[in-house]
């Protein structure tokens, strides 16, 4: 392996090592210290505070816990170079970040993906990405100033709300009668990315107090981020197989119905041609489909807030409610920049370079346009795509405690909703090239030479090419009514000592409308909402004919340079590319174009006809519980415990719609895609799980040395959009463009079952004292079943007509088994002398191992790993806190991972091992309750890396800059 930050990573797993074995050398030092004869000392008050606090709360509560959990508190967030809760969670063991953009957005558990995760926030349930179908939570819209505490729960207790299949995320924040007095806490901070050069703002304001009493209480917390965040990228995008370059008598591949056929002579005599040409296939070698380098601009204002009630009615009885609320006004620039290697015609067969595995490493593209689309037709094109995205949440929660002598109740009912409108626009400029030669470095990086005379940056070059334009409105609506109430009794005979019941109701709703359009019945054809306009020498629009200077004129209005530090700062090989380039301005294209539909009155219904929507779904479930919890001592050993049951039942109506498309070459030489039609799939589906759990706390040395050993079954819901015809762009596309290659559909899978698992769980803590926590933790999840997004799987009769199609689609895999261990320790080295008795440290480290994964590369046979999950992930962090100043420098890093079983050429994708060091210095100034702070994120710069099965077949390298921040809080 060349790739230079592979090894990087290696070295990191050193590193945690190296640091593991010195914190364990560290934290005996008190206990050896104990051992000295003792000697008469004046004994001083030592009040805690900052980072060195937290931390022993989260020490304490994971001593106290039912069942295995780690946990984070408010002032440990704060402390922390993080700005939402995802890129705090981070730092706990077995938890791994997913990144957009370098920002923290979603987490797996235990190399478990994010929507097997739940989260929920003062037990209510955190809607999923934008009705985008996904369940797991898009944590950049939680700001870390909202939290009391984050626990992490990866074992699992019968009174815990289901669908936590690699743990559940419990966020706690304030309740304004826990106040000891009034608070009031302002921030204001400035960001900066080293690739946008702009500074940006960042505030918080908390507020708290009590009244009448102190049986009132009041807390309101609002946080403003204005985020500029950029990804530039180096792309492949797919790699797929055109021809056989190279000759070679080995196989590329092997293609499902083929396998046995070991000479490529021997698919000589088949028929017909497509079969012929599919079986020979399995000999064509690899190449880039659209080698491009991208440059994505994201524009990003937040608004959280958050206001809480809290009325003490009786001594017995308080009710609270909370209002919750947050909006993203964000506006996304996509610029491409792209050789198009789509088909073989393309590419000049003579002079490409093949390497020993089968991969292009380099070519020249064709010397000629018979049409306008093939050959150097329009085989370079420059792109800039707009997002205009605005999201709006809101939660709504009235609940209730109730605790007389020996009975306590709970209860609560909640209704939330999400509404997301987004417009995307599109402009492309594309050009005729003959002979640009496209070269693959070590690192699967591709650099274009382009011939004499050709410039991407002059519109002349323009002059035989094209301009297509896009138009793209989306509608999302999300809700969710929940209720739920618990009982619990202090029972306190025999060995138990509590029993609690309760029962919990959720329904859920995703409506989504996309383009639409649809031939109705009686042949009435309802017009999409989306909009195409694509243009080439002779076409007409706005009443004007497209002439060669006409396409100059456009590209010289339009167009205008991207920016030009593309890559600047990434310290890896990069080989040839450019600083920027020019790209058309989708702001500018009015006066060329008819954009007179570039709205959403077509987006819900059109000519008086209803549209039909990308989906239509709702989800209603309904459970209860019986919970036991027991204590008794073994000798001198205590014991304590829990056990139960819960039992679910699962109701899904999901309405969805499915389009058949077709692909040719009309009149003009133009490849064209038509709608042939469309239609509504419906899918109902109950079921019932009975989720039995069981936890045991034995201490081993009483208070100190505590074993819990946990074992559940656990499940989590597919997906809804998984399950109908409306899995992101659900379509059947008939390409009457390519015979090598069958038709390709994409839509969900109504026989999917559940993710279920059985887990077992056992951990060993060492409390030391209270700044002190050495842990192993070893898991095993027996994976029934679960699901593979997106695979592709051939052969598939959709229509039941005979016709097959390569089909796109979620289905179950089996049989997984996921076992792993968990190390952590963590303690404030208080024995060193002054100023160092500040210092302190955490350490963790997680090893994932699947088997029987079920799951194969469907080229070569090899089994592939669990997807999402790294074999390795640490963390490593070092502080200081005494005297006004805290340092903290954390460094996170996991092993590659599986990120898709295959892509369009039946590759398996993986995404590179990563390391992010982060860091924060705040310095508080006395007791004024004034600080200041500074902080950067991804201090070293590290990308993202994605492969096709070979380390040369690179999909993708995103490098999205470092950021840093500095400002001043002040806390009354």
Same mark, same amino acid.
């Given at each position: ?375 150097? $037709? ?7 795509? !707009? &997002? /205009? ?5 809101? +939660?709504? =929660? *009235? %609940? ?43 690192? $699967? ?7 004499? !005379? &050709? /410039? ?5 070059? +323009?002059? =035989? *090419? %094209? ?506």
């Amino acid at each position: 392996m060349k790739y230079a930050k592979g090894r990087a990573v290696r070295s990191g797993k050193l590193l945690a090592g190296t640091g593991f074995g010195l914190l364990m050398t560290a934290v005996s030092m008190p206990a050896v210290a104990q051992e000295a004869p003792a000697e008469k000392v004046v004994l001083e008050e030592i009040i805690v505070v900052g980072t060195r606090a937290s931390l022993q709360s989260a020490i304490d509560r994971k001593k106290r816990a039912s069942t295995v959990v780690d946990s984070l508190v408010a002032e440990d967030v704060a402390q922390f170079p993080d700005k939402n809760v995802g890129e705090a969670l981070q730092r706990i063991t077995g938890v791994q970040l997913s990144r957009s953009f370098g920002e923290g957005e979603s987490v797996s558990i235990r190399g478990v993906e994010p929507d097997l995760n739940r989260v929920e926030i003062n037990g209510v349930s955190v809607l999923g990405s934008a009705g985008s179908g996904s369940r797991g939570s898009d944590l950049r819209d939680m700001a870390s100033e909202l939290i009391k505490s984050i626990d992490v729960f990866k074992g699992y207790t019968a009174d815990m709300t289901e669908g936590g299949v690699g743990g559940t995320v419990s966020v706690q924040t304030r309740r304004p009668l826990e106040l000891k007095k009034t608070l009031f806490a302002v921030t204001a901070a400035g960001q900066y990315l080293d690739l946008e050069k702009n500074v940006t703002p960042r505030g918080n304001l908390t507020y708290g107090d009590k009244f009448l009493d102190d049986r009132f209480g009041v807390l309101v917390n609002v946080t403003y981020d204005d985020v500029e965040t950029r990804g530039d990228f180096l792309r492949n995008t797919e790699w797929v197989a055109l021809a056989d370059y190279d000759n070679s008598p080995n196989k590329t591949r092997n293609v499902a119905g083929y396998e046995n056929i070991t000479a490529k002579t021997g698919c000589a005599t088949l028929t017909p041609a497509a079969t012929r040409t599919a079986c020979e296939s399995q000999w064509f070698d690899l190449s880039p489909r659209i080698p491009r380098y991208g440059i994505w601009q994201r524009e990003d204002k937040r608004v959280t807030a958050m206001t809480t009630l809290q009325y003490q009615v009786t001594d017995e009885l308080d009710v609270y409610t909370d209002i919750n609320w947050n909006q993203r006004d964000q506006f996304l620039t996509d610029y491409n920049y792209t050789v198009d290697l789509t088909a073989a015609s393309r590419i000049n067969p003579v002079g490409v370079s093949v390497d020993e595995n089968h991969n292009v490493i380099g070519l020249t593209t064709a010397a000629t346009a018979p049409t306008v689309t093939t050959g150097a $037709g329009r085989i370079f094109g420059s792109q800039m795509r !707009g &997002f /205009d995205y605005k999201l709006k949440s809101s +939660y709504y =929660t *009235g %609940g209730f405690n109730w605790n007389h002598d020996a009975l306590r109740m709970s209860g609560f009912y909640t209704t939330s909703e999400s509404t997301m409108r987004s417009d995307t626009n599109s402009a492309v400029i594309s050009a005729t090239v003959p002979g640009i030669r496209v070269s693959i470095a070590d690192n $699967g990086v591709p650099s274009f030479t382009f011939p004499t !005379g &050709f /410039d991407p940056s002059n519109p002349e070059t +323009y002059r =035989t *090419g %094209g301009a297509e334009i896009q138009y793209r409105p989306e509608e999302v609506d999300v809700t969710e009514d929940s209720a739920k109430f618990d009982i619990d009794y202090d029972l306190d005979r025999w060995f138990l000592t509590t029993l609690e019941t309760g029962v919990q109701w959720r329904e859920t709703g995703s409506l989504r409308y996309a383009g639409g359009g649809y031939t109705a019945p009686g042949g009435v054809v309802v017009p999409s909402a989306n909009v195409t306009s694509t243009v080439s020498l002779g076409t007409t629009t706005n009443g004007l004919i497209w002439t060669p200077q006409r396409l100059i004129d456009f590209v010289r209005a339009t167009a205008s340079l991207t920016p030009q530090n593309f890559f600047s700062g990434f310290g890896g090989n990069t080989g040839n590319i450019p600083k920027g380039w020019m790209a058309p301005n989708v702001a500018a294209i009015g006066d060329w174009f008819d954009i007179s539909n570039f709205n959403h009155d077509r987006v819900r219904s059109a000519n008086g006809i209803a549209q039909i929507p990308a989906h239509d779904l709702t989800e209603t479930i309904k459970a209860g519980y019986v919970k036991a919890n027991y204590a008794f001592d073994l000798g001198d050993m205590p014991v304590d415990g829990n056990f139960g049951v819960r039992v679910v039942e699962t109701q899904v109506d999901a309405t969805g719609a499915l389009a058949k498309t077709r692909r040719f070459t009309n009149s003009a030489g133009l490849i064209t895609t038509e709608t042939i039609g469309s239609t509504a799939v419906n899918v109902k589906e109950k079921y019932t799980d009975t989720l039995p759990a069981f936890n045991i706390s034995l201490g081993l040395i009483p208070d100190e040395v505590i074993a819990r050993l946990g074992y559940a079954k656990v499940m989590a819901r597919p997906k809804p959009t998984d399950l109908i015809a409306s899995s992101g762009n659900p379509n059947c596309v008939i390409d009457e463009t390519n015979d090598a290659q069958a038709d390709v559909c994409t839509f969900g899978n109504p026989n999917l079952d559940p993710y279920r698992a059985d887990q077992y769980d056992a951990n060993l803590s060492w409390f030391l004292n209270a700044d002190t926590l050495l842990s192993a933790a070893y898991f095993y999840k027996d994976v029934k079943s679960f699901i593979l997004a997106r695979t592709l799987v051939r052969g598939v009769d959709v229509f039941k007509d005979g016709t097959l199609y390569d089909v796109n689609m979620p289905i179950n895999g089996r049989g997984a088994k996921i076992n792993g261990l968990e190390l952590s320790a963590q303690t404030a080295f208080t024995f060193l002398p002054s100023p160092f008795d500040g210092l302190g440290a955490s350490v963790n480290y997680t090893y994932s191992k699947a088997k029987n994964v079920g799951l194969f590369n469907s080229l070569t046979g090899e089994e592939l790993p669990f997807p999402g999950l790294s074999t390795h992930s640490y963390n490593l962090i070092a502080y200081y806190d005494k005297d006004g100043i805290n340092i903290r420098v954390a460094y996170n890093g996991r092993t590659k991972w599986l990120q898709s079983a295959a892509e369009r050429s039946g590759n398996p994708v993986f995404r590179d091992g990563t390391g992010y060091l982060d860091a924060k210095a705040t310095y508080r100034l006395g007791d004024t309750g004034l600080s200041f702070f500074i902080e950067g994120k991804n201090l070293t710069g590290q990308a993202e890396r994605t492969t096709s099965g070979d380390d040369i077949r690179l999909g993708e390298l995103a490098y999205s800059g470092k950021r840093y921040y500095s400002g001043v809080s002040y806390k009354y």
